[in-house]
C-alpha cells in the first residue's frame, strides 16, 4: 500500500490522468483527486512519473510494507521540497521549512557559509539553504529513502533543442494555442479567476486571453513608480475590471516581519514584499489571481540579454543572473566571516554546466531557469500565496508553454528588435498594439525613497547595530555604508567606491538588514 505522506501542488492534467490510469475522481475535491492521481501514477510509472505530471507538485509517497520513501518535485521548481537528515540517520521531510522545526533529531543551526551567497544574490540560490542540513530537492528531481540509505535522481533534464523550421507567426501561433490550453486547464469548472495586472506584455496578454474579471494593480501614491494608469487603460480596452491596490511605506515596512516568517529564508527581492504587501488586501476581495510568471525567463524578458555579446567577450565568461549586488571584495568588506572556497564564480560555472554548446541568450536563460527563477521567482509565488491564503496560479508556467520556449531559436526572443519578440507578436493580436509592445518597468518600487524617512532608518540603525549584527558583519563598515547612503559623514570612507556605487547603496543596506532582522527572527538575537 502506498501512503501520501506529504503533499502540495495543482495537477492541470488530471482529467487526461484520470482516464489513462482508470481512476474514478468524479466527486473528488482537488486534494483529494490529485493525491489519488500521484499514487496511480507512481503504481504505474515508479520514478519517472513526474514526466507525466503537467502542473506544479511537491510530494513524499511511503510504500507502507517496505518503508521506503519516493518524493519527487515538479521540473520547473513551483512548489518546494525541503529534507534534513537526523544524527540517527532518520530522513525528515516537509513542503515548508519550519514543518521540521518541531520534529525529533531536528537541529536549528544557521548555515553560516551561505551568508555571503545570500548578500551576493539577494537570494538563497541552489539547492542548500541558510539552515544547516536543510536541503531543497532540486527540480525535476526525485528523492528515494529506505534501507539502502539517500538516494537522489532526476527524472527531467532542463534542455534547449532549437527548432529553426518555423517562422515567428508560427511560433506566435504555438504560443496562443499553449496559452488558450494551459488557461482551460488551470481552473476547475466553477473557479472564478482575477488576475494581476501591470502595465507590461505578460499580465496583459493573460487577461485577454483568460476570463479573468478583474486585473489588481500594485501601486503607489508616487507615479513615478506605479504602473496603475497603463494597467487601467489596458483593463478598459479589454472590457474587464480593474483596481489599484495602493502599498504606501508604512504597509511596506509593517509586514517585513511576516514576509520574511512566511518565506522562511531571507529575501532582498522589494518587488516580493510590495507584492505580499498587496496580496493580503487582494485576498480580502478575490480568492484566485492568474500571475505571469515565467514569460521573461522562457522568452528572454530581462534588459540583461540585450548585453549577452559583452559577457561573452570575457575569456571566461560567468553569468551570475539578474540580481547580483555584491562581489566578493563586498563581500569581505562587510562580513566577519568570509569562505573563499565557496566562490559564487565556482557556483553559476557549475549551474551552467549543461549549456555546454549553446549560444549565448540560451546559456543566459538555463542559468536563471537554474537559478533565479526557481530560487527566487517561483519561490516568492509559492511563499506569498501560502503566507497571505491568495491562491495564485500562473499561466504562463506550463510544460507546453516551456516546451515552446526551448524548442525555440534565440533570434524570435531576443535581439534587435527587441525581447520577447515571439510572445509580443502572439499578444498584439489580442492586445493594442502599445500594449504588447511596451517596454517592460520590471515592478518598480520606491523603496530608496522610502528608506530615507528617519521613521524607518531608526530600526535599520538598530539592527546595524545589534548584537546580531555583530555576530557576522563588521559593523563600522556597514555602519558606514547607511552613513553614506543617508547622506552622513561616513565613519569609515571609502572615497572611491562609494561615489561609484550610489545606485547600489540602498540595495546593500536593505539586504544586510533583512538577513540581520531574518537572524533575529528565527534565531534570535
Not at 529506505?146 to 535522481?153: H, P, R
Not at 536563471?368 to 500562473?394: P, V
Request: hydrophobic letters at 40%.
Amino acid at each position: 500500500m502506498i501512503e501520501v505522506k506529504a503533499y502540495a501542488g495543482l495537477i492541470r492534467n488530471h482529467v487526461e490522468l484520470s482516464e489513462e490510469l482508470g481512476i474514478d475522481i468524479a466527486g473528488c475535491s482537488r486534494d483529494e483527486r490529485e493525491r489519488k492521481l500521484i499514487v496511480g501514477a507512481w503504481e504505474k510509472w515508479g520514478e519517472q512519473m513526474g514526466n507525466h505530471l503537467n502542473g506544479q507538485f511537491a510530494f513524499a509517497l511511503k510504500d507502507a510494507e517496505t518503508g521506503e520513501l519516493f518524493c519527487a518535485r515538479d521540473p520547473l521548481g513551483a512548489e518546494l521540497f525541503f529534507y534534513y537528515q537526523t544524527s540517527d540517520g532518520r530522513l525528515l521531510y516537509a513542503t515548508q521549512i519550519k514543518d521540521l522545526f518541531d520534529q525529533p533529531g531536528f537541529l536549528r543551526k544557521l548555515n553560516r557559509e551561505l551568508v555571503q551567497f545570500y548578500l551576493g544574490f539577494t537570494y538563497v540560490p541552489g539547492e542548500e539553504t541558510l539552515f544547516e542540513g536543510v536541503y531543497k530537492l532540486e527540480p525535476g528531481g526525485f528523492l528515494r529513502f529506505g534501507a539502502g540509505g539517500l538516494e537522489l535522481g532526476r527524472y527531467w533534464e532542463l534542455t534547449f533543442a532549437p527548432d529553426e523550421s518555423k517562422s515567428l507567426d508560427e511560433w506566435a501561433d504555438e504560443i496562443e494555442r499553449a496559452m488558450e490550453a494551459s488557461l482551460h486547464d488551470i481552473c476547475d469548472e466553477g473557479e472564478t479567476p482575477d488576475s494581476f495586472l501591470s502595465g507590461g506584455v505578460d499580465s496583459s496578454y493573460i487577461l485577454a486571453k483568460s476570463t479573468a474579471a478583474r486585473g489588481f494593480c500594485v501601486a503607489y501614491a508616487d507615479q513615478a513608480a506605479s504602473e496603475e494608469n497603463d494597467a487601467r487603460a489596458t483593463a478598459a480596452a479589454l472590457g474587464r475590471g480593474f483596481e489599484g491596490i495602493e502599498v504606501t511605506a508604512a504597509d511596506f515596512f509593517a509586514n517585513v516581519d511576516e514576509f520574511l516568517l512566511a518565506y522562511e529564508q531571507p529575501s532582498g527581492d522589494v518587488a516580493g514584499l510590495s507584492l505580499y504587501a498587496a496580496c493580503k488586501k487582494v485576498a480580502q476581495k478575490s480568492s484566485l489571481c492568474f500571475s505571469g510568471e515565467g514569460a521573461d525567463e522562457f522568452f528572454a524578458g530581462y534588459s540583461v540579454y540585450g548585453r549577452v555579446k559583452r559577457l561573452r567577450m570575457h575569456p571566461d565568461p560567468v553569468y551570475f543572473g539578474t540580481t547580483y549586488i555584491m562581489n566578493d571584495s563586498e563581500q569581505r568588506r562587510y562580513l566577519k566571516k568570509f569562505y573563499p572556497e565557496r566562490s559564487a564564480r565556482a557556483f553559476m560555472k557549475e549551474r551552467a554546466a549543461g549549456s555546454k554548446g549553446y549560444d549565448p541568450l540560451s546559456w543566459m536563460l538555463y542559468v536563471d531557469l537554474r537559478s533565479y527563477f526557481e530560487g527566487s521567482i517561483l519561490f516568492n509565488s509559492t511563499k506569498i500565496a501560502r503566507g497571505t491564503g491568495l491562491d495564485i496560479r500562473m499561466p504562463f508556467c506550463d510544460l507546453r508553454m516551456f516546451d515552446i520556449a526551448r524548442r525555440m531559436p534565440s533570434q524570435f526572443k531576443a535581439g534587435k528588435d527587441g525581447n520577447k519578440i515571439a510572445l509580443r507578436r502572439a499578444a498584439s493580436r489580442v492586445l493594442p498594439q502599445e500594449v504588447a509592445y511596451r517596454k517592460k518597468l520590471g515592478f518598480p518600487v520606491p523603496v530608496s525613497k522610502w528608506l530615507r524617512d528617519p521613521a524607518v532608518n531608526a530600526d535599520i540603525r538598530r539592527a546595524f547595530e545589534s548584537d546580531a549584527a555583530a555576530k557576522f558583519f563588521n559593523v563600522d563598515e556597514i555602519g558606514a555604508l547607511l552613513d553614506e547612503f543617508l547622506g552622513k559623514k561616513p565613519r569609515v570612507s571609502h572615497p572611491i567606491w562609494f561615489p561609484r556605487h550610489q545606485a547600489l547603496l540602498w540595495r546593500h543596506v536593505w539586504t544586510i538588514y533583512l538577513f540581520i532582522r531574518w537572524y533575529e527572527l528565527f534565531f534570535g538575537s
